[in-house]
């Protein structure tokens, strides 16, 4: 079993650690690229923006904005592209997202994108919550209470993939179980559809389709409906590129044909 106390130090240094602010040309209050800025190289990427992204895209009704924020920042941290973080970061807060909740979606996303990927975000993200005033105290417990884990469930996972690998990575296969299934997973820090649609979007953003199936069953187990999820891979569709969308789609196809109907 891995050591309670490494991960909570591990998690903690995700809140502490941060390195130089990434350059950009948004502030942290009112972050906004400079339309100058995008005018001088590429008008029509301007009116695609405004009118297609922010004036029709985030006000589709299948997500709410909250979730689309979260589809948003996991896709941008996944892929390491902070130039528009901040700028996200501060349509997320306004949109419902609590500081406690990036914090936990920066900690995730060190597990299922890389530990330099959330670093890079935390350097954006501590500017933006010194720009709200956001103090510790509203950021993510080190080491709250777990929610309860369903033991049937995560023995039959635990045992499936220790047949499949532990005989070739057996380092792996504990610590998905000792520190992602039952300590990661089972913060409640987010909610479990919340926390399982910060991991689809963020296999879906990076191209890992081999993970989705078994990652969208759990998101819509969570409450995620077939109408939200296909709307995640729309809202991706913009963030990780059309390439991306459309390798997961017949993924989530495939998902939604083979799942007992309600």
């Given at each position: ?242 390439p991306n969308a459309f390798s997961a789609v017949s993924v989530f196809k495939d998902v939604f044909e083979k799942r007992p109907k309600p």
């Amino acid at each position: 079993m891995f050591p309670v106390r490494r991960m909570t130090i591990a998690i903690a240094a995700l809140g502490l650690i941060a390195a130089a602010p990434a350059r950009s040309e948004q502030g942290t209050e009112g972050a906004k690229p400079m339309p100058d800025s995008i005018r001088d190289v590429a008008p029509a990427l301007e009116k695609y923006r405004e009118t297609v992204v922010l004036g029709d895209l985030w006000k589709r009704p299948q997500l709410i904005a909250r979730d689309r924020s979260i589809v948003t920042l996991a896709a941008l941290i996944a892929r390491n592209q902070t130039v528009e973080l901040a700028y996200y970061l501060n349509l997320a807060l306004a949109s419902g997202v609590k500081p406690a909740e990036i914090s936990e979606i920066v900690t995730h996303l060190a597990f299922y994108t890389g530990w330099a990927n959330a670093m890079s975000a935390v350097s954006v993200a501590k500017d933006v919550f010194a720009a709200r005033k956001i103090a510790s105290d509203q950021l993510a417990a080190v080491s709250p209470a777990l929610l309860p884990l369903n033991e049937s469930a995560e023995s039959e996972r635990a045992t499936r993939v220790g047949q499949q690998f532990g005989s070739v990575a057996p380092g792996l296969v504990q610590y998905t179980t000792d520190v992602l299934f039952r300590d990661l997973w089972l913060r409640p820090g987010l909610a479990p559809r919340d926390r399982s649609l910060v991991t689809v979007s963020a296999l879906v953003a990076t191209g890992q389709v081999a993970q989705i199936t078994y990652h969208l069953n759990r998101a819509m187990d969570n409450g995620l409906t077939q109408e939200q999820a296909g709307e995640v891979v729309t809202q991706l569709a913009f963030y990780a590129g059309w390439p991306n969308a459309f390798s997961a789609v017949s993924v989530f196809k495939d998902v939604f044909e083979k799942r007992p109907k309600p």
